[in-house]
Antibody, heavy 120, light 107 residues
Framework: EVQLVESGGGLVKPGGSLRLSCAAS????????MNWVRQAPGKGLEWVSS????????YYADSVKGRFTISRDNAKNSLYLQMNSLRAEDTAVYYC?????????????WGQGTLVTVSS | AIQMTQSPSSLSASVGDRVTITCRAS??????LGWYQQKPGKAPKLLIY???SLQSGVPSRFSGSGSGTDFTLTISSLQPEDFATYYC?????????FGQGTKVEIK
């Protein structure tokens, strides 16, 4: 069974840093591109970042570029999001999502999400 | 960056109704569009990929159509479990972008 479990969320002050993790199981993690998607309270979905299976290709939303860093450790079946210079508008539930191998697009599995709150 | 305009933002419908949600891209995206369903407090779920292909396990009352800039998600006969928020996602090029969402409520 495919499972994605996020962790690392919490309360952080503006300007602070946080590192999110996503533990994957039930599939060959090293064969799949992975993404982070976030959702501010009561708002819609926002794509955040994407990383290819071998980390060769990395993309970011303009809203996080230069502040967030996506990475992965295929040996540990883990995806990460290092978030620096956090702002109030980064407050959201952060989901990790697997890209479907069939199309190399679309998110066929999602984690349950981890809440990040940026507040003083 | 490609912008996705989804409409309506919300709608009220009854069980058994036919429901249509549209998504328009600010430029052509071939058929690189997916539709997702999200229920409160839950992660989104993929319904349709490549504009019109039904994801495994998704009921056949869901269908998608369109290509280029205009896309449609149709629920042929709304069921109680379909009351949720629906999002389109363009995955044609980066940055990928979601539509604003359509909340389907009980009439």
């Amino acid at each position: 069974e495919v499972q994605l479990v996020e962790s690392g969320g919490g309360l952080v002050k503006p300007g602070g840093s946080l590192r999110l993790s996503c533990a994957a199981s039930g599939f060959t993690f090293s064969s799949y591109s992975m993404n982070w998607v976030r959702q501010a309270p009561g708002k819609g979905l926002e794509w955040v970042s994407s990383i290819s299976s071998s980390s060769s290709y990395i993309y970011y939303a303009d809203s996080v570029k230069g502040r967030f860093t996506i990475s992965r450790d295929n040996a540990k079946n883990s995806l990460y999001l290092q978030m620096n210079s956090l702002r109030a508008e980064d407050t959201a539930v952060y989901y990790c999502a697997r890209v479907a191998a069939r199309t190399s697009r679309d998110f066929d599995y999602w984690g349950q999400g981890t809440l990040v709150t940026v507040s003083s | 960056a490609i912008q996705m305009t989804q409409s309506p933002s919300s709608l009220s419908a009854s069980v058994g109704d036919r429901v249509t949600i549209t998504c328009r891209a600010s430029q052509g995206i071939r058929n690189d569009l997916g539709w997702y369903q999200q229920k409160p407090g839950k992660a989104p779920k993929l319904l349709i990929y490549a504009a019109s292909s039904l994801q495994s396990g998704v009921p056949s009352r869901f269908s998608g159509s369109g290509s280029g800039t205009d896309f449609t998600l149709t629920i042929s006969s709304l069921q109680p479990e379909d009351f949720a928020t629906y999002y389109c996602l363009q995955d044609y090029n980066y940055p990928w972008a979601f539509g604003q969402g359509t909340k389907v409520e009980i009439k």
